[in-house]
Nanobody, 118 residues
Framework: QVQLVESGGDLVQAGGSLRLSCVAS????????MGWYRQAPGKQRELVAR???????NYVDSVKGRFTISRDNAKSTVYLQMNSLKPEDTAVYYC????????????WGQGTQVTVSS
């Protein structure tokens, strides 16, 4: 069974920073493009950043220049450094293996709540 455990969410003021972490099952991590998704209340879950096994990164336009995704293969962990946070970044953040369609492949973890106050 694949496990995805997210952490690092918090309540921060606009302009602040957070670093999210996601530990994934070792069995899938080393061969996977990993991504961070988020879901705001009343909205669909969206993929905000992804990183390939070779370290190629892609971001949704709304977070470019502010968020940085990285991975530590030895720890089976993917990170999301979030700077210059905005109230519209408020959401539950999840990680998953990214399929070609952009959808997450496995069942979702519990996520981690990020709340940005204005």
């Amino acid at each position: 069974q694949v496990q995805l455990v997210e952490s690092g969410g918090d309540l921060v003021q606009a302009g602040g920073s957070l670093r999210l972490s996601c530990v994934a099952s070792r069995s899938i991590f080393s061969i996977s493009t990993m991504g961070w998704y988020r879901q705001a209340p009343g909205k669909q879950r969206e993929l905000v950043a992804r990183i390939t096994t070779g370290g190629i990164r892609n971001y949704v336009d709304s977070v470019k220049g502010r968020f940085t995704i990285s991975r530590d293969n030895a720890k089976s962990t993917v990170y999301l450094q979030m700077n210059s946070l905005k109230p519209e970044d408020t959401a539950v953040y999840y990680c998953n293996r990214v399929m070609a369609s952009g959808l997450g492949q496995y069942g979702w973890g519990q996520g981690t709540q990020v709340t940005v106050s204005s």
